[in-house]
């Protein structure tokens, strides 16, 4: 099976387009809660409810030299049947990017990854070569400094167009093997429906509901295709840390639910 094929499964399995992101800020552990616990217990609460979750190894980096066995442990609490995203932003050169490669599919075992597609086609090669992980390139992303290089004008085939654009364009000629997605952040809708146009089918991966002011209902009705699907919507931190005390699970539960039930009405499956 596939990356499309098992996020489509897990969709349809839990009728939920929600991608929990893992983010987890150990300031922000409810007072005695181990970080093991706190990671299980989240994953626990939301697994009938979400399509996939994407693991970001910034917070697990910063635990230091604990940081692998944490990752390691986060992946294996994710069940088999729903896809674990690696938020790693990653790409080099072409010998680095395969061991990075091998780092989060072979020893992690992660499913998917985010890459950053500024060095080029062999830079990606490596992850692209998975052909039954998913690849999602950084095309426009959430953050207020995205328009800096991602707006730029640059001259392509089609004419004048944003970067942004161009990268979109790029990663669909490279989609040979149907397991590239994209990023896109929520807080461009217009961004969003632009590229939803352009890439009728991609995958979408759309970060920036919530707490960084991204609407919902335009997440949904610019990121998904026809049919309603081909989006993974995240949130993090609303979701992992909306309770920091010890209902904290129960309380990541609540949240999750609604907003899986905000993005269902807003595709007509509530
Ligand atoms: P919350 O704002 O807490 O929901 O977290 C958003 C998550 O999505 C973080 O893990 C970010 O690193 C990630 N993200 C963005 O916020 N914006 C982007 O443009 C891209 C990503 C990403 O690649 O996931």
């Not at 609303?238 to 699970?249: P, R």
Request: aromatic content about 8%; proline content about 4%; glycine content about 8%.
């Amino acid at each position: 099976m596939n990356f499309t094929q098992k996020l489509q499964k897990a969709a349809a399995a839990n009728n939920s387009l929600l991608c929990v992101g893992l983010d987890p800020d150990t300031s922000l552990l409810p007072e005695g809660i181990r970080l093991e616990d706190f990671i299980r217990s989240i994953i626990d609460a939301t697994r009938d409810l979400v399509c996939a979750y994407k693991v970001n190894f910034a917070f697990f980096e910063a635990l230091g030299k604990s940081s692998f066995y944490y990752l390691e442990y986060a992946r294996q609490c994710i069940p088999a049947d729903i896809p674990a995203i690696a938020d790693a932003k990653r790409a080099d050169i072409g010998n680095t990017s395969k061991a990075y490669a091998s780092a989060v599919f072979e020893q992690l075992g992660f499913d998917g990854i985010t890459v950053n597609p500024y060095m080029g086609r062999d830079s990606l090669a490596p992850f692209i070569e998975y052909t039954d992980r998913g690849i999602f390139v950084l095309c426009r992303t959430s953050n207020p400094g995205s328009a800096d290089f991602q707006n730029l004008e640059v001259t392509t085939r089609e004419g004048c167009i944003p970067l942004y654009r161009a990268v979109a364009g790029k990663a669909a000629e490279w989609n040979r093997h149907g397991n590239i997605g994209l990023v896109m952040g929520a807080t461009h809708p217009d961004e969003l429906g632009v590229i939803r146009r352009q890439c009728p089918d991609m995958l979408l991966l759309i970060p920036g509901i919530g707490t960084q002011g991204g609407d919902i209902r335009m997440a949904v009705e610019n990121g998904t295709n026809r049919q309603g699907e081909m989006a993974l919507i995240n949130s993090s931190r609303q979701i992992i840390h909306a309770s920091l005390k010890a209902d904290f699970a129960e309380k990541s539960r609540e949240a999750a639910l609604s907003l899986k039930e905000q993005i269902n009405c807003f595709r007509g499956r509530g």
